[in-house]
């Protein structure tokens, strides 16, 4: 039998080759879409089951009022008194632009939690859902 005998660098090259083929690619990332709609649907996603759901002590008094279909291309979202859901709303969250620029105020934002708000709000615009 006749044996062909290949220079080592042709063994080498063919070897990385192989392997590189079968290594598995990462899934690329998911971009997160900065659109005015899009990212108030995740706010209002994770502010309903992280603050009203949750029974957040903060939020008990108030209930969700989503306002996402907006003519004045500013969607958002109320927390307003749960009894009377047509009064002044407590805290206001909308966005505008694109990509979209985040606006929350009223008179939670004023008080203890309003850093925690802020904070929640950025997190949950930018795709985390987490609590």
Known sequence: ??????????????????????????PAPVAT?????PTMERVALAANACWFKSGDATFK???????????????????VPRNSPES???????????????DAFGPLMNGPDGERIKRDVMRW????SAC
């Open 33 to 37: 879409n900065r659109g005015v709609l």
């Open 88 to 102: 002044r709303p407590m805290l206001v969250v909308q966005a505008e632009g694109t990509p979209a620029r985040l």
């Open 61 to 79: 008094p108030y209930r969700l009022a989503p306002e996402l279909n907006s003519f004045s291309g500013r969607p958002r979202i109320l927390a």
């Open 125 to 128: 615009a930018g795709g985390d």
């Open 1 to 26: 039998m006749l044996r062909h005998r290949l220079p080592v660098s042709v063994l080498a090259c063919s070897a990385v080759l192989a392997l590189s083929a079968c290594k598995p690619e990462r």
